[in-house]
């Protein structure tokens, strides 16, 4: 049962434009979701977060929208940059849930062309 | 400031054997989780530790076990490998009380069983 999903395994965008980011949960329990940046043979590094209490953060060229009842998450990249070539993976977390563990999407490879 | 640092960073080992991979999480946090990342996936989670005490505990079995020390570092023990624990293990911590949902990732153990 997968409860966090990323249903695009890859996006490709030129450099410049608009990478958006798509995540959907079905645990009504999540109350707090992130996402982060990994590159080949490093750990996932932490991008941003947002708390189920907003619908909006910003953070730089990042910006996450939260969409609850929908059980929908997005993150947009504004400008992209070549250096944001990376897989971005969501991920949800809820005491109420599952205590703090972390439950992770499978992850969107995301190509930025110069 | 130091990031969470993790070793070995490679390992080869041979079904039926044991590991041991060591986590020092980021200064002043006390809590450790971690994860389990094979090809093509998002992480999956194994542990969590908080505190020296387990507060969570993954779909694994009990061949893996992990603990925590007074100094908030962490090792994760797996047994009897099978070459199906070949992935990469990710550390990752978080601050303050247990309550504190963002957690941070060192770069990972990558483990490939023979």
């Known amino acids: 049962d997968q409860q966090v999903k990323q249903n695009s395994p890859s996006l490709s965008v030129q450099e410049g434009r608009i990478s958006i980011l798509n995540c959907d949960y079905t645990?009504?329990?999540?109350?707090?979701f992130l996402w982060y940046k990994k590159y080949p043979a490093e750990g996932p590094t932490f991008l941003i977060s947002?708390?189920?209490?907003?619908d909006k953060n910003e953070d730089g060229r990042f910006t996450v929208f939260l969409n609850k009842s929908a059980k929908h998450l997005s993150l947009h990249i504004v400008p992209s940059q070549p250096g944001d070539s990376a897989v971005y993976f969501c991920?949800?977390?809820?005491?109420?849930?599952?205590?703090?563990?972390?439950?992770f999407g499978g992850g969107t490879r995301v190509l930025v062309k110069p | 400031d130091a990031g969470v640092t993790q070793s070995p960073t490679h390992l080869i080992k041979t079904r039926g054997q044991h590991v041991t991979l060591r986590c020092s999480p980021i200064?002043?946090?006390?809590?450790v989780s971690w994860y389990q990342q094979v090809l093509g996936q998002g992480p999956q989670f194994i542990f969590q530790?908080?505190?020296?005490?387990?507060?969570g505990r993954g779909n694994f079995p009990d061949r893996f076990s992990a603990r925590q020390f007074p100094n908030y570092s962490s090792e994760l023990n797996v047994n009897a490998l099978l070459l199906g624990d070949s992935a990469l293990y990710l550390c990752?911590?978080?601050?303050?009380?247990?309550?504190?949902?963002?957690?941070?990732f060192g770069p990972g153990t990558r483990l490939l069983v023979l």
């Open positions: 990752a911590s978080s601050g303050g009380s247990g309550m504190v949902k963002t957690q941070y």
């Open positions: 947002i708390s189920s209490i907003k």
């Open positions: 530790y908080y505190e020296k005490e387990e507060r």
């Open positions: 991920a949800a977390s809820g005491f109420k849930a599952a205590g703090n563990k972390l439950t």
């Open positions: 200064s002043g946090h006390k809590s």
């Open positions: 645990n009504s329990m999540f109350d707090y």
